[in-house]
């Protein structure tokens, strides 16, 4: 079963697969280790196999570490039975033994196909991966191939390599069916043998950053900047977006005539909405357009990065959102903690503070300046203190010595 033919044929296949022909070797010496301890489950020591590429065979050998005791456990010998062995083993030795395997050439004979069918798998698999590596955040179409265990397969390119989609990557409500075609975004590549992955999403921001890539000329040229963007997968996205040209309409640009680019995304989104924000340098001015579709009257610094926006009584549940989705989005969007008020409330709590402001004032003003304050003792004669020994011995008033 092996012969020189056999190297020559791993030798062929390092050249037109670049595969090392000791990578094969390495494997194919561990798998029939393997092989030959499942079929000769009652041999004792550790089977080790090594390649003589000159001779053309595999040469097998038992080996086994020398302990000073009276008993041996699995892969060890005693000291008295090493010594029949080598007059010269001593403990801790590792000792070698060739033996010929019997009754083993057909499992040597599959598991050596099957270890280079598998290394060559491998190889082309992580080859394929390495091209992959530069598609790190990237658009994709895929074909699903298989849903398993609410995971979702996804063929990739022309087939060559398969993505995977775990659920925290699916969007809530969509439905995938094997032979659906669908976009994903390239999340992240991992190789590495067995491990070897392509994660994808349908749920990350960055889906729609390359959608509107392709739909819009303008983001794809630099003309038309995204400066963030904030979603919540199948209900909302917020698209903070900027103009670094004067002549061109931002917004405009992103919605198309008649809303065609911006649809074409929702479209491919599953019917999500998508709000178009002009970016603004002023935080404050971005909070307040942050909050669309909802009508802002005013946004007030209350701290670093935190904000107090003011909005119409009707509005107030729509600036909210649903569950304080609109609200949310727009402080992902932003990167500041924002608190919406209606007008009426902050009407309320504003005269609240004026009214506390005004008693503190008044309380402050009614105590006594520190210059008018009356000095101690004032309008008083005070006579120094006898001391106590003195006023013993002082005579008292009106006696006789």
Not at 16 to 25: A, D, P, R, Y
Not at 212 to 240: C, N
Not at 312 to 332: E, H, T, V
Request: proline letters at 3%.
């Amino acid at each position: 079963m092996i012969n020189k033919d056999f190297f020559a044929a791993l030798a062929d296949l390092e050249r037109e697969k670049g595969i090392s022909e000791q990578v094969f070797l390495d494997a194919l010496s561990a798998a029939l280790a393997s092989a030959y301890k499942k079929q000769f489950e009652g041999e004792t020591g550790n089977v080790e196999v090594r390649a003589d590429e000159e001779k053309g065979t595999l040469r097998f050998f038992l080996t086994h570490v020398v302990v000073d005791s009276e008993e041996a456990q699995e892969g060890e010998i005693t000291l008295e039975e090493a010594l029949k062995i080598k007059k010269s083993a001593k403990a801790g030795d590792v000792l070698s033994e060739e033996f010929v395997p019997k009754d083993f050439t057909r499992i040597a004979a599959q598991t050596a196909k099957q270890v280079i069918l598998q290394k060559i798998h491998e190889t082309e698999r992580d080859n394929t991966l390495s091209e992959f590596s530069d598609k790190e955040g990237e658009l994709m179409s895929g074909l699903v191939r298989k849903i398993d265990m609410k995971n979702v397969y996804v063929e990739l390119g022309k087939g060559q390599i398969e993505g995977l989609m775990l659920p925290q990557d699916q969007v809530p409500g969509e439905r995938y069916e094997a032979g659906d075609r669908i976009k994903v975004f390239v999340k992240r590549v991992r190789s590495g043998g067995r491990n070897a992955q392509v994660l994808v999403s349908r749920t990350a921001p960055g889906l729609v950053k390359r959608l509107f890539e392709e739909e819009v000329p303008e983001i794809k040229q630099g003309t038309v900047v995204i400066k963030s963007i904030s979603r919540e997968a199948g209900h909302r996205t917020k698209m903070a977006i900027a103009s670094e040209d004067a002549r061109v309409d931002a917004v405009g640009a992103c919605v198309g005539n008649k809303g065609a680019r911006v649809n074409a995304v929702v479209q491919e989104l599953g019917g999500e909405k998508v709000d178009i924000i002009l970016w603004s340098e002023n935080p404050l001015e971005f909070i307040a357009k942050a909050l669309s579709p909802a009508t802002v009257v005013s946004v007030t610094q209350t701290g670093e990065k935190s904000a107090i926006a003011v909005v119409p009584d009707d509005k107030l549940s729509l600036a909210i959102g649903r569950d304080g989705q609109n609200a949310r989005l727009a402080a992902r969007l932003t990167g500041w903690k924002i608190d919406v008020k209606s007008e009426s409330v902050a009407a309320k709590l504003e005269q609240q503070a004026k009214e506390a402001q005004e008693a503190l004032s008044a309380a402050l003003e009614s105590m006594p300046a520190a210059d008018e304050a009356p000095a101690a003792g004032e309008g008083e004669t005070i006579e120094p203190a006898v001391p106590a020994e003195a006023a013993a011995e002082a005579p008292a008033e009106g006696t006789e010595e």
